[in-house]
Nanobody
Framework: QVQLVESGGGSVQPGGSLRLSCAAS????????MGWYRQAPGRQRELVAV???????KYADPVKDRFTISRDNAKKTTYLQMNSLEPEDTATYYC???????????????WGQGTQVTVSS
């Protein structure tokens, strides 16, 4: 069974940094786009950053120049380096990936369980 497992969340003061990781596991044929979303209380889930299987990246305006998404295809893992964190970045962060399981022709959209990031003084 394919799953995404996130790690690296926590609490940090404004201006601090955190690095999130998301590892895919299971019987996987290929992984396409991988991305990070976040959801703050009372708000809709929003895109933070996405990276294609070729390494092209896209960021939401609020995190440009502060966050960096990367991936290690051999490890089936994506990372989100978050610098200069602000209280507005407080949210649950979710990993997302388009994964084609073994013996399937199409990809499916998978989500991680979420990891909490809290930025507070």
């Amino acid at each position: 069974q394919v799953q995404l497992v996130e790690s690296g969340g926590g609490s940090v003061q404004p201006g601090g940094s955190l690095r999130l990781s998301c590892a895919a596991s299971g019987s996987i044929f290929s992984i396409g786009d991988m991305g990070w979303y976040r959801q703050a209380p009372g708000r809709q889930r929003e895109l933070v950053a996405v990276i294609t299987d070729r390494g092209n990246t896209k960021y939401a305006d609020p995190v440009k120049d502060r966050f960096t998404i990367s991936r290690d295809n051999a490890k089936k893992t994506t990372y989100l380096q978050m610098n200069s964190l602000e209280p507005e970045d407080t949210a649950t962060y979710y990993c997302n990936a388009a994964i084609t399981p073994m013996s399937f022709r199409n990809s499916f959209n998978y989500w991680g369980q979420g990891t909490q990031v809290t930025v507070s003084s």
